[in-house]
C-alpha cells in the first residue's frame, strides 16, 4: 500500500478529479470543492489487495478515482456473495459517516486503483456546513436498496437463464454499445446473479448457439439479437 500524506502537487491535483466525479461532491463549486480536498489523502492498491476486511474499525469514506474494488461478503462455509463492484467515481464506507461500526464486508481491488480516503469526522463536519451532500448520500442509498430489492427478487422469482439475459441487456443499456465488456469474471458474475461459474457458462454457450451472441475470451461479448435475448 501506497499512502499519500503530503500534498505534493500531483497528489492535490489527483484528489481534485477524484472528489468532482463523485456524485456526492460533484455539484460544489470551486471553493468548497478545495476544502473538502484538504481533508482527503491518497492511497494506492495493487491487483488482488485487501483493502479492508470485514469486522475491522470503519472509519472513512473510500472513493475511487482509478480501477475498479469489489465489494463481497463470506458466508459461513467460506463461499463468496457479490454486493457489488466501484468503478472511478464510486464510494464505499459511508455508514460509518454516521455511526461508529466495523465493516460488514471485504474490499478487494481487481486491478491498480487510486482511492481518496476522508475520514469521518471531516466528512461529518462537511454534512453540517453543505446539507446538499446530506441529501445526496440519502439519493445514493436509496438508488443501492432499489438495486438490492431488484437483484434480490430476480433471483427468487427469475430462471437462471432470464437471469443471465437481462444483466447482459442491462450491460447493453449502460455501455451503449453492443460489442460488450464483463465487468466482472464469470466466478463474481455467478455469485452476482445467484447461481454457479459452470451454468453461467452453460447459458453463455446457449445463446451462443442460439445465434444470440457471440463470445470473444471470458470478457467480450458481442449482443447480435438483443429481442431474441430479453425473450430469453
Known amino acids: 500500500m501506497n499512502t499519500c500524506n503530503h500534498q505534493t502537487e500531483g ?9 468532482s466525479i463523485v456524485p456526492i461532491f460533484n455539484h460544489l463549486d470551486a471553493v468548497e470543492m478545495r476544502e473538502i480536498v484538504k481533508e482527503t489523502h491518497a492511497i ?3 491487483r488482488g489487495h485487501t483493502i479492508y476486511r470485514a469486522g475491522e474499525k470503519s472509519d472513512g469514506l ?61 466528512f461529518q463536519q462537511f454534512l453540517l456546513k453543505y446539507p446538499a451532500i446530506a ?4 439519493t445514493e442509498f436509496s438508488t ?8 434480490a427478487a430476480s433471483i427468487a422469482m427469475e430462471s437462471t437463464e432470464t437471469r443471465v439475459a437481462i444483466y447482459l ?27 454457479t461459474p459452470e451454468t453461467v457458462s452453460r447459458k453463455l454457450a446457449d445463446f451462443e448457439s442460439a445465434g444470440w451472441i457471440k463470445q470473444s475470451g471470458q470478457r467480450e461479448i458481442v449482443i447480435l439479437d ?7
Do not use: W
Not at 170 to 193: C, F, G, N, W, Y
Not at 226 to 232: Q, T
Open 11 to 19: 497528489t492535490v491535483e489527483m484528489q481534485k478529479l477524484c472528489i
Open 62 to 122: 473510500y472513493i475511487v478515482h482509478k480501477g475498479r474494488v469489489k465489494i463481497y461478503r463470506l458466508s459461513d462455509n467460506g463461499k463468496e456473495q457479490l454486493v457489488r463492484i466501484l468503478e472511478p467515481g464510486d464510494f464505499t464506507g459511508e455508514l460509518s459517516l454516521f455511526s461508529e461500526s466495523v465493516h460488514d464486508a471485504y474490499a478487494e481491488a481487481l486491478e491498480p486503483v487510486e482511492l481518496c480516503v476522508m475520514g469521518r469526522d471531516d
Open 44 to 46: 494506492s492498491h495493487g
Open 169 to 195: 441487456a442491462d450491460l447493453v443499456e449502460e455501455q451503449k454499445r453492443s460489442d460488450i465488456t464483463l465487468p466482472m469474471s464469470r466466478k463474481d458474475l455467478a455469485s452476482h446473479l445467484g447461481t
Open 144 to 151: 443501492r436498496l432499489s438495486k438490492t430489492e431488484k437483484q
Open 135 to 138: 441529501l445526496k448520500v440519502l
Open 226 to 232: 438483443l429481442d431474441a435475448l430479453l425473450l430469453a
